[in-house]
């Protein structure tokens, strides 16, 4: 699986087996972050199907309200592809609180996929 | 904390970038809180994203315009574009309207993803406003004259 380097934001995927994990570092502020991260996450779906993901973003620095459609596009995927998934962020970053709370209310509607501040 | 900064710029993505660093930046020096300074840097960002892909340069404002100011008790985040009469404009007061008469403005959020969860391909996330005020915690309100749509978030400590 490939890692996502495009502009400011980094996604790095690692793992072998049944586990894999998954970082995102930098910033997501482009003008249709969807355009370019759908296909990427679209593209990781296959090989992910049935393992255990976690979804690091605790060094996300910023991300643009764009960026959000694209993350629940994924997580649903992840949802339907049935990959067991844990979300991180960092519960100490005020923006990362307020920004990733709201996911980890929607995200109760998801069986495979749980929210959880670290 | 006392600070203040008046800039004009072009509607071009680029100049997010530069205007929101240069605002969280004069903020720390200041002496606010990271959280402040990043839940401020969301609010720059939004606004001027929205004013970038929904305003218009007209004769009556020609660029678009971003009014910082940080007191003791409050920052405040002005940005103007020009305008038309569309479905942009009309979107616009629909959501303000929303956010207004709404005492939660969470459960506005909220509401929001749950549509993006049933439905993530459709275009425009149309979340930036709901995120100010959510997210954010600033008060928002608007102006529309003359041609030129004027948003303003305010934040009380």
Redesign the interface.
Known sequence: MDNFKVEDLEIKISGTGSDFQMKWSGRS???NPGEILNPYLDGLMKSLSGKKLTVDYCSLE?M???T???I??FV?NCDTNNIETTINYKKD???QS??FK??Q??CT?LKKVKVIGI | MKARIQVEVSPV?GV??ETKSKIKGLMLEDGAS??MA??T??VV??LL?NAI?YGYENNFLPYVSVKFDLTDTSVTVKVSNGIREDDNLDGFKKIMQKIETTENK?SL??ER??E??EN???KG?Q??LY?IV???GFNLSFTAENHVLEVIAIRNF
Do not use: H
């Open positions: 502020e482009s003008r910023y643009n309200s764009s959000v459609p694209p629940i596009r649903k970053s005020e923006w307020a920004s709201p996911l209310t929607v509607l | 993505w997010i970038n990271q959280g990043d839940f840097e969301i960002s939004e994203e892909k969470e959020y909220i993803l749950m993006i969860m993530p391909d459709a996330s979340f930036g995120r959510s997210e954010c």
